[in-house]
């Protein structure tokens, strides 16, 4: 008798690559370009996982929707020259993330899937840079759905693939990813090494310090 499918939802940013100094230096070359006083490093870090629009509102919500949407491009502009410039060093995958990719993909039963709050023209980019186009069955990018952590993105990945949110994980760093598992009603395993800390995490099911943990946190949700 064959085993059910399951679906393993992984964020991007802070979970599969380290983006953070992409990200903070295209914040601040965005900023900067307006000569608006640049966000914290925390501050920025904060709102990873949202998209843009929101991010920016949540950064510098005293300023106009105009000059949000400047910030915006600019933060877009910045971040496709330097994804060019540096290819796959731009955003380095974490330690151990294509191994676990590569164990997982191997066993019959599982897909793979990202929700990201990236846009399509970012998140294609990485995944040519660092040549995972093999990897996963459904990709969910902020171009698309509302923002983190509303459930669209998991509730498309599930219609998608044809499975049921018992069927399904979602695996984030940020507090964003757990609640949007949360609403779509599917567990959530926080990950350690990202960029909210992990008290923020609270709707995580389980919260893992490296990926060699992965394979043992689902078989504990899927027995």
């Known amino acids: 008798m064959s085993k059910p499918l ?3 939802i992984f964020d991007v940013d802070g979970t599969l ?3 953070q100094a992409s990200i903070v230096g295209s914040m601040t070359a965005a900023f900067e370009a307006l000569s608006l006083p640049v966000p914290s490093r925390g501050a920025i870090l904060s709102i990873v996982g949202l998209s843009l629009p929101q ?3 949540r950064l510098v919500p ?9 910030l915006v491009q600019g933060y877009k502009d910045s971040y496709r020259d330097q994804r060019l410039a540096l290819g796959a060093a731009h955003s380095p995958l974490y330690p151990g993330a294509r191994e676990i990719l590569d164990r997982l993909q191997g066993v019959p ?3 793979l899937g990202i929700a ?5 023209r970012g998140l294609d980019g990485l995944i ?3 040549g995972l186009e093999r990897y996963f069955v459904t990709k969910q990018v902020a171009d698309f759905h509302p923002s983190k952590p509303h459930p669209s993105m998991i509730e498309t990945a599930l219609r998608e693939t044809g499975l049921t949110a018992s069927d399904a994980v979602m695996i984030g760093d940020t507090s964003f990813d757990m609640e949007m598992a949360a609403n779509a009603g599917v567990t959530g395993i926080g990950v350690s090494w990202g960029y909210h800390d992990t008290s923020a995490l609270q709707h995580a099911a389980q919260i893992i310090d490296t990926f060699d943990a992965l394979p043992e946190a689902l078989a504990q949700i899927w027995k």
């Open 55 to 57: 991010a920016m509102a």
């Open 116 to 120: 990201t709050g990236k846009s399509l």
């Open 128 to 130: 040519e840079a660092h």
């Open 109 to 111: 039963e599982f897909l």
């Open 17 to 19: 690559v380290d983006s």
């Open 62 to 70: 005293d300023q106009s929707d105009q000059t949000q949407t400047q």
């Open 6 to 8: 399951r679906l393993i």
